[in-house]
């Protein structure tokens, strides 16, 4: 009788090897959350030397919401309105955010269809939470017009923004999230009509 016996030798085997990249992207999230009106001490103040007067505000000014509203004010006169904002971002960037505010138009009178540039009217500058240092000789910077596409216009429709180039932002972070305050300062040449002025303020977040 013959045994044939078959050895189970080890077997080399060749694994094909190659480069592979993966690659996704993913969209920006933004969330901005903005507060007119934001610290119970809101409102106009004249630039006075010596002791400031309280603030005041006009009747579409509340607590933590409505407008940013000066109440009757003097042409040529300067005008600080205290915690005027608070803007909140959120994002999931890891390099941070910028952010853009712009007139959507003009300081515009309601009553006669005249306006002023919203560029020598209207200024915004750091604020605080609480404990505002600020008075109406501190320095702001002018919210300029926008050159950017505006839907949406009049008192009562608040509007958007459409860029095909940014503008210099009013603020830029490194982190993925960040809070800021802002008063306003109202410079109304001493030009102006008499009449009831308004203008939007548009803020913009952009993921960088």
């Known amino acids: ?29 933004v969330k901005l959350t903005l507060t007119p009106n934001y610290n119970s ?30 109440g009757n004010i003097e042409a040529g006169k300067t005008y600080l309105y205290k915690y005027a904002v608070e803007l909140n971002v959120t994002t999931n960037s890891s390099t941070g955010f910028n952010i853009y505010g712009e ?14 540039p919203v560029s020598q009217t209207v200024y915004y500058l750091p604020s605080t939470a609480s404990a505002d240092p600020n008075t109406g000789f501190s320095a702001g910077a002018p919210f300029m017009k926008t050159s950017g596409s505006v839907t949406g216009s009049g008192y009562a429709t608040a509007p958007t923004i459409a860029y ?7 603020a830029q972070s490194l982190t993925a999230t960040g809070t800021y305050y802002y ?17 939007w303020i548009v803020y913009t977040v952009v993921a960088k």
């Open 164 to 170: 095909t180039t940014y503008p210099s932002p009013i």
């Open 183 to 199: 008063d306003y300062e109202l410079k109304v040449p001493n030009s102006a009509t008499n009449g009831q002025y308004y203008v």
């Open 41 to 70: 001490s809101f409102g106009a103040v004249p630039a006075v030397i010596g002791a400031q007067p309280a603030p005041t505000h006009g009747p579409n000014a509340i607590f933590d919401g409505g407008s940013v509203d000066f």
């Open 103 to 116: 007139g959507a138009a003009d300081f515009y009178n309601l009553t006669d269809g005249t306006s002023v």
């Open 1 to 29: 009788m013959v045994i044939a016996l078959m050895a189970l030798l080890p077997v080399a085997v060749l694994a094909s090897t190659a480069s592979t990249i993966v690659t996704w992207r993913t969209n920006a999230i």
